[in-house]
C-alpha cells in the first residue's frame, strides 16, 4: 500500500492511481514517503538487505534486468508482529555462532579451519579483561571475522557441496535430538532443519541463517531494521512499514537472484541485538471499564514513519486518528465498523471497516472510526509524525482540498494474506 511507481494503490471506485490523486490534490510530491504492507510468512521469505542509493543505481545502471528500479531511498523498515512472529535479523555475535559450529560439524567444514579458526581466536581473546570502556577495536575485530566467514560463505559455488552440507545437517537433526545440546546450537540445528525443508537444497541461505540472530515477537512487538541490516522473515503475520523504495539485494532462501557478489556493498557486519520499538501508548484514549490501552504508537528512529495500533473491544467504542500533516492508509484486520470524517456528525456516515478495508486517511485530516461489531475492531495505520500541532495555528486545516477519506480495498473474507495490495477506490471529499 503507497504510491511506489511499480505498484501504486488505486481507488476502489475509479482505478485511479492514488499517486495522481494525490498529485491532482495537489500533496507535495513525498506526501506518503513510506510502504505499508501484510506480510503472512508461509515459508521463511529470502534473505536480503536493501542498499542505499548510490549503490541501488550502480546496480540498475549495469543489470537493469535483475534491478529495475533504483530509488533514492535507502529502505529502513519496522514490523510489527500480529501474530507470534519469527525473523533473521543482522549478525549474531561471533560467540554464538563459535556454539553452533562446535555443534553442527558440516556448517564448520563449509566455513573452513581458517575461518573456524579466527573464530574461535576471536572468542577466546574475548575472554580476557576488557579493554577501555568506548574501545570499539573489539566490535571491529568481531566485524572483521564475521565478514571473513561470510566472504568464505558466499565464495561456496559448489551446488553440490552445499546441498551436501545441508543433507548432513538434516541427518544431524535426527541424531542429536537425543543429545544434550546447548541452547542456541539446539536452536539453530533446528532452524537449518526448518528453512532446509522450505528451500532447495543447495541454496547457501540456510548456512547463511545460522550466521543470523534469530529473533521472536510476541504480538504487538515491533522491530526496527535500518538499511544495510541482514534479515528474512521466518513466520508469523506482520504489518510492514518501510520507506518507499523497491531497493533490494537478495542472498539466499529465494529462487531469484542470489547476488552475493554485490551483498558486500551495502553490509553492515556490526552484531547488535535487534531494535526492539517500544511503544507509546496514548492514555487519553484508555477504556472506563479496564487499564488495556486503545491505542498505542510505533514511532520508527528520526520518525521516518509510525504505525498505531487501535484496539476497540466494545460495540459503539470510538476513537479520533490525527489530523496529521500527510496522508495516513488504515488497514482493519479484525472486526467491523465505520470510518467516518471526524466532522461528520452521525457515525452512521462514512465508510465501512472490515476484515482486509483500507483507507487513506488525506492531510490535515482527522477521522473516527467506531466499532460497530461484536468483537474487537482492529486497525492498524501507517503515517509519517511531524509536527502535527502546527495544524492548530494553520487552522486545522479544514478547507484543505486533502480533506478526505479514500477506500483503498473493499474489504475481502481472505486476509490471509496479500503482500501487494493493488487497489480499486472512491475519493470522498465531504465537508
Ligand atoms: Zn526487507
Not at 168 to 187: H, R, S, T
Not at 403 to 418: A, E, I, Q
Request: proline fraction near 6%; glycine fraction near 8%; aromatic fraction near 6%.
Amino acid at each position: 500500500m503507497g504510491v511506489h511507481p511499480l505498484l501504486p494503490s488505486r481507488l476502489v471506485a475509479s482505478g485511479e492511481s492514488l499517486s495522481d490523486v494525490l498529485d491532482r490534490t495537489g500533496s507535495p510530491n513525498d506526501a506518503l514517503p513510506f510502504l505499508f504492507k501484510v506480510l503472512s510468512i508461509g515459508k521463511t521469505l529470502s534473505i536480503q538487505v536493501h542498499p542505499p542509493a548510490q549503490v541501488a543505481e550502480m546496480l540498475h545502471a549495469k543489470h537493469p534486468d535483475i534491478y529495475p528500479v533504483a530509488d533514492a531511498n535507502a529502505k529502513p523498515e519496522m514490523i510489527v508482529a500480529i501474530t507470534k512472529c519469527e525473523a533473521l535479523i543482522g549478525f549474531r555475535p561471533l560467540r554464538e555462532v563459535a556454539g553452533i559450529i562446535a555443534h553442527i560439524v558440516p556448517f564448520a567444514e563449509l566455513l573452513g579451519g581458517e575461518v573456524t579458526g579466527a573464530i574461535f581466536k576471536f572468542c577466546a581473546a574475548g575472554k580476557l579483561p576488557r579493554r577501555n570502556a568506548g574501545d570499539d577495536s573489539d566490535q571491529q575485530a568481531e566485524a572483521l571475522v564475521l565478514r571473513q566467514a561470510l566472504e568464505t560463505l558466499s565464495l561456496r559455488r559448489d551446488k553440490e557441496a552445499v546441498a551436501e552440507a545441508s543433507k548432513k545437517v538434516q541427518a544431524l537433526v535426527n541424531v542429536d535430538l537425543q543429545l544434550k545440546v546447548p541452547g542456541v546450537a539446539a536452536e539453530a540445528i533446528n532452524l537449518a532443519r526448518r528453512i532446509g525443508c522450505e528451500h532447495a537444497e543447495d541454496d547457501l541461505g540456510v548456512f547463511l541463517a545460522l550466521l543470523m540472530n534469530f529473533v521472536e515477537l510476541a504480538p504487538g512487538e515491533a522491530v526496527f531494521i535500518p538499511a544495510g541490516v541482514m534479515h528474512a522473515y521466518v513466520s508469523g503475520d506482520l504489518v510492514e512499514c518501510m520507506s518507499s523504495s523497491a531497493n533490494v539485494i537478495r542472498a539466499g532462501l529465494t529462487s531469484k537472484y542470489r547476488d552475493l557478489d554485490n551483498l558486500f556493498l551495502s553490509l553492515s557486519f556490526d552484531s547488535h541485538p535487534p531494535r526492539f520499538i517500544t511503544p507509546r501508548s496514548e492514555p487519553t484514549y484508555r477504556l472506563s471499564k479496564g487499564s488495556a490501552p486503545v491505542s498505542v504508537h510505533y514511532d520508527a528512529p528520526g520518525n521516518l514513519f509510525s504505525v498505531q495500533v487501535i484496539r476497540l473491544p466494545s460495540t459503539g467504542d470510538s476513537i479520533q486518528m490525527g489530523p496529521e500533516l500527510r496522508p495516513s492508509i488504515l488497514l482493519c484486520t479484525r472486526g467491523e465498523g465505520r470510518i467516518a470524517l471526524s466532522l461528520v456528525a452521525s457515525k452512521e456516515q462514512g465508510e465501512a471497516l472490515g476484515f482486509g478495508t483500507v483507507h487513506c486517511i488525506g492531510s490535515r485530516t482527522s477521522a473516527t472510526i467506531t466499532n460497530g461489531g461484536d468483537e474487537s475492531l482492529i486497525c492498524y495505520r501507517a503515517y509519517q509524525r511531524m509536527g502535527c500541532n502546527s495544524l492548530a495555528e494553520e487552522g486545522g486545516g479544514v478547507s484543505d482540498p486533502m480533506f478526505c477519506l479514500m477506500t483503498l480495498w473493499s474489504g475481502t473474507s481472505k486476509l490471509r494474506f496479500y503482500d501487494n495490495i493493488m487497489v480499486p477506490s472512491r475519493c470522498h471529499n465531504v465537508s
